[in-house]
C-alpha cells in the first residue's frame, strides 16, 4: 500500500488554516503532519519531519509565502492558497503546483491535489477500491462556518437575499442568491424547478406535471421551467 503524501499546512488565518485541514482528511492519498501560523515555524517543521506537501498562503508575518518559498534549497510541492490573484505568474515561476483563490472550494481543492506527484501502484496490484472523497461546502450561519455535505442536501429555498438549505438532518438559513448556490449544487446531481427552489435529483421522491416531492414536501415547477423539468424527470424515470 503506498504511504500518503505528507502535508504541511502554513497559514496564518485560523478559518482558512480549518478549511484546508477538513479538506485534506476528506483525501485518502494525504496526510495532514501539522500547521503553522508563519514561515519561521513552518521552516521548524520541515527541519523535523519529511514533508510531501506544503499548502502555503502567500500573505503571512515576519515572511512572506514566495519569499520563503524562495529561501527553501529542496523544497517539497507546493501548492500556493490566497485571496489575491496578480501572484499567479510569479508564483509559477518558483514551479508550483497550483494556484488556489481563496474562498476555495472543494471541488477546486480536488482539482489542485491530483496534480501532485505521487506512487502510483502498479496495475498487477489488486487492493479494495478507495473510498471516494465526499465533496462538502462551508455555509455561513449565525457568524459560524458550517459544513454541509451536498450528498446530504434535499432542496433550497430562495428567500430572495439568503437561502434556507434543507437537508436530511437539518435545515440553515445564509446568505446566498439561488442563483449563485447553482455553481455549488451544479447539474445534473441538482435541478432548478422554479425561481425559487434547486433540488437534489436523487432525494426526488415522486413528481407531476406541476409538483415534485422531496424530503415529504410538495414543491411547485415553475412555467418556466416546466419544459426542461419534464425533460430531465422524464429521463431519469426510464433509467
Not at 29 to 53: H, S
Not at 164 to 181: E, F, K, M, P, S
Not at 191 to 203: E, N, Q, T, W
Not at 222 to 229: A, F, H, N, P
Request: with cysteine; net charge negative; glycine share 2%.
Amino acid at each position: 500500500m503506498n504511504a500518503p503524501l505528507k502535508c504541511l499546512i502554513v497559514e496564518d488565518e485560523p478559518l482558512a488554516a480549518e478549511v484546508l485541514e477538513d479538506y485534506i482528511r476528506e483525501v485518502p492519498f494525504l496526510e495532514l503532519k501539522g500547521t503553522c501560523t508563519d514561515a519561521i515555524y513552518a521552516l521548524e517543521a520541515l527541519q523535523n519531519q519529511p514533508i510531501d506537501v506544503i499548502f502555503l498562503d502567500i500573505h503571512l508575518p515576519k515572511l512572506k509565502g514566495l519569499d520563503f518559498l524562495r529561501t527553501l534549497s529542496n523544497a517539497p510541492q507546493v501548492i500556493l492558497t490566497t485571496a489575491y490573484y496578480q501572484y499567479a505568474l510569479e508564483s509559477y515561476e518558483l514551479a508550483v503546483v497550483d494556484y488556489l483563490l481563496k474562498p476555495i472550494e472543494f471541488s477546486r481543492f480536488l482539482k489542485a491535489v491530483n496534480k501532485l506527484k505521487r506512487n502510483i501502484p502498479s496495475p498487477v496490484q489488486t487492493s479494495a477500491p478507495t473510498t471516494t472523497a465526499r465533496a462538502f461546502h462551508f455555509f455561513n450561519v449565525n457568524k459560524k462556518q458550517v459544513k454541509v455535505y451536498l450528498d446530504e442536501v434535499l432542496f433550497v429555498e430562495s428567500l430572495k437575499e439568503y437561502v434556507r438549505i434543507y437537508t436530511l438532518q437539518n435545515q440553515l438559513v445564509t446568505q446566498y442568491q439561488i442563483g449563485a448556490l447553482e455553481q455549488i449544487l451544479p447539474p445534473p446531481a441538482f435541478l432548478r424547478i422554479h425561481r425559487s427552489f434547486l433540488v437534489a435529483v436523487d432525494k426526488i421522491e415522486a413528481f407531476s406535471a406541476t409538483e415534485i416531492s422531496v424530503g415529504g414536501q410538495d414543491l411547485p415547477i415553475g412555467k418556466t421551467y416546466k419544459v426542461w423539468v419534464g425533460e430531465v424527470l422524464e429521463r431519469e424515470a426510464r433509467r
